[in-house]
């Protein structure tokens, strides 16, 4: 086994993240890499077992509850161990994921660092902060167009969330646009 190593990719929705996850993984393949793919049961948008971007391509991920069962999973045959959608899973997920690039595995982890709010997403940040390489994507804001690094949540109405809902809502277009720090908005009141 080689030197193990975590890397991870991040940014706001519809900024390529599982474009690049994807990418990742097949340039590994094309290596003759043995790679193991999860994401969080919850994420559902593309399929049960399957990891998909916002621009169609997809990949058989198994789905897990905890990220625990990543470490359970993994076998000494693996090379490369593969979690989208991170910010989804336990914050025991940055302690699991370090311990596999201890351990000798190249660790790929991608999610979003930021809450709709605007603040850190947990274990994201965490992963941030021991992660060997980070590489931090940004998207193109929906209002201006400029470089967007914030997730914006709109409710039905096409109004702004408000600040006290619940952090996690899976969605896609139809609820999240990408924003730049000047358009992003919050409901307070």
Do not use: W
């Not at 519809?14 to 993984?25: A, N």
């Not at 997809?58 to 069962?69: C, M």
């Not at 809902?165 to 307070?188: L, M, S």
């Amino acid at each position: 086994m080689t030197q193990g190593r975590l890397e991870l990719i991040t940014g706001p929705m519809f900024s390529g993240k599982t474009s690049e996850v994807i990418r990742r993984v097949q340039r590994a393949q094309v290596a003759d890499k043995n790679v193991r793919c999860f994401k969080p049961v919850i994420e559902q948008r593309f399929g049960e077992e399957v990891l998909g971007s916002h621009d169609g391509h997809k990949i058989k991920a198994e789905a897990i509850n905890e990220s625990i069962e990543i470490v359970r999973e993994v076998t000494k045959d693996t090379d490369v161990v593969v979690v989208d959608e991170v910010n989804f899973l336990d914050g025991r997920a940055i302690g699991n994921l370090q311990s596999l690039a201890n351990e000798g595995y190249r660790v790929i982890a991608s999610g979003t660092e930021q809450t709709f709010r605007g603040t850190p997403f947990h274990p994201v940040d965490g992963l941030m902060a021991v992660a060997d390489e980070v590489d931090k994507l940004q998207a193109v804001c929906q209002v201006c167009g400029d470089d967007a690094s914030m997730n914006q949540r709109l409710n039905r109405d096409g109004e702004p969330a408000h600040v006290e809902e619940d952090t996690i809502k899976i969605g896609k277009q139809d609820i999240y646009e990408a924003r730049c720090r000047h358009c992003h908005e919050v409901r307070t009141k």
